[in-house]
């Protein structure tokens, strides 16, 4: 029996291809250097600004020393458009997340988040109309520990109080997550219903056939 549906963040609730986007290829545009190079030293980072060794100004502030482009106007500029990307993202939060988890409330089942994220990422969750309905909200830039790492669910399934058999994770199927969440006892299914939106490269997964697929929100509620 499902007493507890855990949620990956973007690409699950909430897509940041859902309008304006600013990915590495627009960072390396702002600070006038290859994109190839930015990218190279921006995912040498990415354990640290996922897992809370470094806030997104520091590794904005690495990435531009390593590439001879360092200024505090440049930090500046990049985490200031990283905030404002945001902030579109979560206030374009489709209507059906919000009803999702309100259907689910009136449930009485749980709540979970285990996302992925950097400090940026981490406030702007916070600050989102979606976060008052996790029981269990797990950032990883606050939990020093990042998906797929088995920690991670199994500090949601302690936070939520429940068995991780009596757990439902729905998630896109970036970082291996879905993997993840079924080799630590729990149902998952593969979120498609923002998949028409996303580009290369930047596309965090694609049709894992081992996963139902659930093409709606309120798709979800199928699997309880």
């Not at 920690?151 to 998630?171: H, P, S, T």
Request: net charge negative; aromatic share 10%; glycine share 4%.
């Amino acid at each position: 029996m499902i007493k507890a549906v855990i949620f990956d963040m973007f690409e699950t609730l909430v897509s940041i291809f859902s309008g304006d986007t600013y990915f590495s290829e627009h960072i390396a545009s702002d600070l006038n250097v290859p994109v190839d190079e930015f990218r190279s030293v921006w995912r040498d980072t990415n354990f640290a600004r996922s897992s809370g060794q470094m806030t997104i100004p520091e590794v904005i502030k690495a990435c531009t020393e390593k590439l001879g482009c360092y200024s505090e106007e440049a930090v500046q500029l990049i985490a200031k458009n990283r905030r404002e990307n945001l902030e579109g993202v979560f206030a374009r939060t489709p209507a059906e997340s919000v009803e999702l988890l309100q259907a689910l409330k009136a449930r009485n089942l749980k709540i979970g988040l285990i996302s992925n994220c950097y400090s940026d990422e981490a406030r702007a969750i916070r600050e989102s109309v979606l976060y008052p309905f996790f029981d269990a909200p797990v950032l990883s830039y606050e939990q020093g520990v990042i998906k797929p790492d088995p920690e991670i669910f199994r500090r949601a399934v302690e936070m939520l109080k429940v068995r991780a058999d009596e757990c439902l994770y729905v998630g896109d199927g970036g970082s291996k997550e879905l993997f993840a969440a079924r080799d630590a006892g729990m149902k998952a299914v593969q979120a498609l219903y923002f998949a028409h939106l996303a580009y290369e490269p930047h596309i965090p997964c694609g049709r894992l056939e081992e996963f139902e697929p659930v093409y709606t929100q309120m798709d979800v509620l199928k699997y309880l």
